[in-house]
């Protein structure tokens, strides 16, 4: 029997003023709780109460005692209510790993939203393309780009990826039509991944055929929001996850070349380690992010890029 019932028990005795009366108030027989008195007196090597017949007597250490283990399960009971509550609550601190192009395109914009409606929530976002270990640093919610292969963690799928081809207007008035079989002639901004220093390669749809090619290369950035820029100042073609690309066909300093190209198994997805007893402030920002990319166009199935 742990310290904890033990505590449980001996309050029980004093409060109830017999073994008898406690062993009925706790669902347990006389004799468990005489031998769980004598066990925690053992342990202590100190005797708590006196013991008559008809009721039981506290020592000068049991009243010692009896006022501590008092003490300890009330601030106990507050912290296990506060513990709950919170649960229950959007509040607390709230640490959100972001892929760095998603996170500044898809999720920061909505931040200012998501504070006023949760004001007791504290937001602690950080940037990174890598793969984070979300247990090992803490992390509550994550964003992930690419396939998943943990199954320890939850993941809700936000969109697939679609891949698009672009090159700046620019570019395109200067070379004229770029067809697939001349991609090769021209040159190209690649993107390294910075953990396995794999270059990213070109992908093709053929019919219902993935293809990959290895154009060449003629600039090399690990970072997505670079490809575009590179690629925007007309310094190559690129291939651009639909997120990345998104904010510069908008503002027209890019145009796709061909229709997208979606590989099975890729998708941006939010990811959350297996809780029985989910803590509010996560689900929420959950449904917060879903809701809102929803409104944008993108689903499980589809994005915006399905109109390219």
């Excluded at 999720?107 to 940037?127: A, D, G, N, T, W």
């Excluded at 990213?200 to 053929?206: A, E």
């Excluded at 070349?257 to 920002?285: D, N, Q």
Aim: glycine share 6%.
């Amino acid at each position: 029997m742990d310290k904890l019932n033990l505590l449980k028990i001996f309050l029980a005795v004093v409060d109830q003023g017999s073994f008898a009366s406690a062993a009925v108030a706790l669902a347990l027989t006389p004799s468990a709780v005489s031998k769980a008195m004598a066990r925690l007196e053992g342990e202590l090597h100190l005797q708590l109460i006196y013991r008559t017949t008809r009721k039981v007597t506290l020592t000068d250490a049991g009243l010692r005692y009896a006022a501590k283990a008092r003490d300890l399960l009330l601030d106990l009971e507050l912290c296990e209510d506060g513990l709950r509550q919170g649960n229950r609550e959007p509040e607390g601190c709230l640490k959100v790993n972001l892929p760095v192009s998603y996170g500044r395109q898809y999720v920061l914009p909505l931040m200012e939203e998501f504070s006023r409606l949760h004001p007791k929530i504290q937001l602690q976002l950080s940037f990174d393309d890598g793969y984070v270990d979300m247990i090992e640093h803490g992390i509550d919610v994550t964003i992930r780009s690419g396939t998943l292969d943990d199954s320890s963690l939850v993941a809700r799928q936000l969109s697939p990826i679609d891949f698009l081809i672009c090159a700046s207007p620019d570019y395109v008035k200067r070379h004229g039509p770029i067809l697939p079989e001349h991609y090769s002639d021209h040159p190209w901004v690649r993107f390294r991944f910075k953990q396995s220093g794999r270059l990213n390669p070109v992908m093709l749809t053929q019919g219902k055929k993935l293809l990959y090619i290895d154009p060449g290369q003629q600039f090399i950035v690990d970072d997505g929001e670079a490809s575009a820029t590179l690629c925007a100042q007309g310094l190559g073609l690129a291939q651009l996850p639909h997120f990345v690309a998104r904010r510069w066909l908008q503002e027209k300093q890019l145009q796709v070349l061909a229709s997208r190209t979606r590989p099975k198994g890729h998708g941006v997805w939010l990811v959350y380690a297996k809780r029985e007893f989910l803590p509010a402030k996560i689900e929420h920002f959950v449904r917060f992010v879903e809701h809102h990319v929803r409104a944008q166009g993108e689903t499980p199935r589809q994005t915006w890029a399905d109109d390219y």
